[in-house]
């Protein structure tokens, strides 16, 4: 690859991890700010707080990977390095996907409108077992990264890993059928949360339907803030849905690529996609939340201000 679009790619994730870590780094500030002055946080903000801090570690671990690929690429040779890229990566991933599933199924039981005694037992305990549902994320994604590091050996790391070539052994035939099979169950299990939200976002949608049908004889001409609420829930999301496919098989093109020749631009755009998903969703989580939205708007404020006055 010509070094003018290796550096190409390289300023473009540079400047996609910078976006992220803003929106998500804004996020975390606001909500702890508001912590410290309250002494008191809601649901709400507990759960995008600690998506906020998932996305920033993943995002770290993206790039980290990224231009260690491309600049140290013997680094990986020794396995050692590569365990701990794999861990963390691994559990950054999977903490991404089950907070998010979590922020789903809390837009889900606090703004749908069904009268079911289940939904309405869950709707009323949701506050009082969040942190301990955030507690079990965090529990499931550090087992299931020990798991999958510790079945992915150092030899074969090196083998779908370095990029010079080599030749390919009978240990490492041998082992590509064990890493894809973990790969495989890997990406499975992030199939499960996001299948719960998918499932969450169909629910909004009927709950959504159901509710414009018995405001319609009633019909007043005023907004409703029901509809806004299930509207604004919706958005975030399918957002995730959408951005989470995209990330999905970025992922997967990164990962099935070390086994082909001519890794390296795979690779590289692979990450690129993957960047995408936790770098532009928390933005559209400040345009649809209230209180960092205002916030954001004060900033934008106090900045044109400052400029003005220079």
Request: hydrophobic share 55%.
């Amino acid at each position: 690859m010509p070094d003018k679009v290796k550096s190409t790619l390289m300023l473009i994730a540079a400047g996609e991890f910078s976006v992220g870590i803003l929106g998500n780094a804004f996020i975390g500030l606001v909500n702890c700010m508001n912590w410290l002055k309250t002494r008191k946080i809601a649901s709400i903000d507990l759960i995008l707080t600690n998506l906020a801090m998932s996305r920033i570690c993943l995002l770290c671990v993206i790039l980290l990977d990224y231009f260690i690929l491309e600049l140290y690429p013997d680094v990986y040779t020794t396995g050692k390095q590569m365990r701990i890229i794999d861990f963390f990566w691994t559990l950054t991933n999977h903490l991404n996907v089950w907070f998010a599933t979590c922020l789903s199924i809390f837009y889900f039981l606090k703004i749908a409108n069904f009268f079911h005694p289940l939904f309405l037992w869950m709707k009323w305990r949701i506050d009082s077992v969040i942190p301990r549902i955030l507690l079990a994320c965090l529990a499931l994604s550090v087992l299931i990264s020990l798991v999958v590091t510790e079945n992915l050996n150092d030899d074969f790391r090196s083998c779908v890993k370095v990029k010079k070539k080599i030749n390919v052994t009978v240990k490492c035939r041998v082992n590509k059928a064990q890493y894809a099979s973990i790969k495989i169950c890997l990406n499975l299990l992030t199939l499960f949360p996001f299948s719960v939200s998918l499932v969450s976002f169909l629910l909004l949608l009927l709950s959504l339907w159901r509710h414009t049908r018995q405001m319609k004889v009633g019909a007043t001409g005023r907004r409703d803030p029901s509809i806004e609420a299930h509207v604004g829930a919706m958005k975030a999301v399918i957002s995730f849905l959408l951005l989470f496919i995209a990330y999905y098989l970025a992922f997967l093109v990164a990962t099935s690529s070390y086994f082909m020749p001519e890794t390296e631009l795979a690779v590289m755009m692979g990450e690129l996609i993957a960047l995408i998903y936790p770098s532009s969703h928390s933005f559209i989580l400040i345009l649809g939340n209230n209180k960092l939205r205002q916030a954001s708007l004060r900033v934008l404020w106090k900045i044109g201000y400052i400029l003005k006055r220079r």
